[in-house]
Nanobody
Framework: QVQLVESGGGSVQAGGSLRLSCVAS????????MGWFRQAPGKERGGVAG????????YYADSAKGRFTISQDIAKATLYLEMNSLKPDDTAIYYC??????????????????WGRGTQVTVSS
């Protein structure tokens, strides 16, 4: 079983920045893809940014490109999401997600991921 614990959420004004962290109990071949999902009120949960642990290849949703940066510190078993130029539309619960599968489609489908409990991000205008 993989445990994921997020931190770093909070309330900021539009244009501000936040850095989310996710500490994983396992950060190895058992979790080949790590990343972040988010869910806003009344909307489905969707992938925001992901990283393939072994080679650092990254995925970004269109809404995150140019503003968010995903990174990892394997030695610390920690995943990060640096969020800049935040907008009210970024308001959501952000979840750390680790895929059991090795394909982006595995991770993006969300059906076979390990999940953290989430951290709230609120962006005010």
């Amino acid at each position: 079983q993989v445990q994921l614990v997020e931190s770093g959420g909070g309330s900021v004004q539009a244009g501000g920045s936040l850095r989310l962290s996710c500490v994983a109990s396992v950060y190895t071949y058992q979790t080949p893809i790590m990343g972040w999902f988010r869910q806003a009120p009344g909307k489905e949960r969707g992938g925001v940014a992901g990283i393939i642990v072994n080679n650092g290849l990254r995925y970004y949703a269109d809404s995150a490109k140019g503003r968010f940066t995903i990174s990892q510190d394997i030695a610390k078993a920690t995943l990060y999401l640096e969020m800049n130029s935040l907008k009210p539309d970024d308001t959501a619960i952000y979840y750390c997600a680790a895929s059991r599968g090795v394909r982006w489609s595995d991770w993006l489908s969300g059906t076979n991921n390990y999940w953290g409990r989430g951290t709230q991000v609120t962006v005010s205008s």
